[in-house]
């Protein structure tokens, strides 16, 4: 019955949380996610239990996590960041990655792997969250815009190559053969992609843009399941497969006409972000354990702990990102943006759970860390903001550097 009622429910919360953040928008704005992750809890087996954990809810959320890795994938401009930003976003998140599993050392009382599962966590950034808030903010495109998606980029392809090295059934060694294959099959792809006339794609996207047909939708959808499945197969995490397609996709439609593009990305948005990801964090909420955290009182007064430990571990290394000339105020909001956390989070401490290695009181905390970084960091990060407008005030960015 529960299974049922789920599925009214889930779309009816899915309805309500931007309703929710569009009212409170007012006052303060919050990420919409915030609030589909609360309704899940509320709903969920720990409140009113009105919603359960689910097989089937289970599929959809994973496929609302990979539909968010792919968009993520698709949105990164690679001309932009490439040169300065990714080498210096590279050592920020190394430096993020060894202090996250200094933190997790302490955590977890000495386990290795339960320290690597912190560390992947703590050492992320969400980019699927935080290139919406940018472009509301008018950041896409400045050096700070540039800075934090160099940043948010490493921040989520850094700890999935970590997942997919550490914590794979399999040894290190073994591990890191197979991710290299896994990202010889991919550039191989994608070298393909760049050199392949791709006139034929593009009239064929278009002329079915509003047709039943939908080729564009039909082909991503095939790309994001074959890499998907390709990444699985080698016992790589998914969320890595994800992101490449997106990746992919955005070389293959990179110089389509740009009303097709936005087309396009219209239609994926909608499948996305109006259909699946609001069950990825809707059934993050239900799946969350908030008696496991309520039971243990200290776990409960480490979240804003931990939270604030993300400005440390995640935003005081992304400093290194920073543009030339940055005003002080735009460094803070590139630490705050660089600190923001939450789906490698949930997954990292998933994969913990079912590896046994890390109890649900610490996945429970870390996830609310995670949580309260997405409440609190692009809100704070909105106030006082003055426009950036392209080259304004600052100095360009040294590619080169």
């Known amino acids: 019955m529960k299974e049922l009622l789920g599925i009214v429910l889930i779309p009816l919360l899915a309805v309500i949380a931007p309703l929710v953040s569009r009212a409170i928008s007012r006052w ?11 309704l899940g809890i509320i709903v969920g087996p720990d409140v009113l239990g009105w919603a359960d954990r689910n097989d ?32 210096r976003s590279i050592v920020a998140w190394l430096i993020s990655f060894v202090l996250a599993t200094a933190l ?45 998606s160099a940043i948010g980029a490493v921040g989520e392809f850094g700890p999935l190559i970590a997942i997919s090295v550490f914590l794979g059934a399999r040894s290190i060694g073994v591990n ?16 393909v992609a760049l050199r392949m006339p791709h006139g034929r794609l593009h009239r064929l996207v278009r002329e079915t843009l509003h047709t039943t047909s ?17 990444s699985a197969l080698l016992g790589l995490d998914i969320l890595l497969g994800a992101f490449a397609a997106g990746v ?44 496991a955290l309520l039971a243990e009182p200290m776990l409960l007064a480490l979240v804003p702990v931990i939270a ?43 994969i913990g759970t079912e590896l046994g290695v890390l109890s649900t009181g610490n996945a429970a905390l870390l996830v609310s860390a995670g949580m309260l970084s997405v409440l609190l960091f ?7 903001r003055r426009s950036t407008a392209v080259g304004a005030v600052f100095e360009p960015v040294d590619q080169d550097d």
């Open 28 to 38: 303060a704005i919050i990420p919409v996610v915030v609030f589909e992750i609360l």
């Open 56 to 87: 089937f809810l289970a599929i959809l959320a994973e496929l609302g996590l990979a539909l968010l890795f792919f968009v993520a994938g698709t949105e990164i401009e690679f001309r932009a960041i490439a040169g300065r930003p990714v080498r």
């Open 104 to 148: 997790g050392l302490l955590i977890a009382g000495g386990q290795i792997e339960a320290a690597i599962i912190v560390g992947v966590a703590l050492s992320s950034t969400a980019l699927g969250a935080i290139l919406p808030i940018l472009r509301d903010a008018g950041l896409s495109g400045t050096p700070v815009g540039t800075a934090v």
């Open 176 to 191: 890191s053969l197979i991710l290299a294959a896994f990202i010889i099959v991919t550039g191989v792809l994608i070298l």
């Open 214 to 230: 939908q080729f564009a939708v039909r082909v991503i959808l095939l790309i994001v399941a074959a890499l998907v499945v390709l």
């Open 248 to 291: 992919l996709w955005q070389i293959m439609l990179r110089h389509a006409p740009e009303e097709d593009v936005a087309h396009v990305k219209s239609k994926i948005d909608g499948v996305a972000f109006g259909f699946l990801v609001p069950i990825f964090f809707i059934s993050t909420g239900v799946n969350f354990q908030l008696s």
């Open 308 to 350: 604030l430990a993300l400005i440390a571990i995640r935003g005081l290394p992304a400093q290194l990102v920073a543009p030339p000339g940055t005003s002080r105020g735009d460094r803070m909001r590139i630490s705050l943006y660089a600190a923001t956390g939450l789906p490698i989070i949930v997954a990292a401490t998933s």
């Open 378 to 384: 692009p809100y704070l990060a909105s106030i006082g």
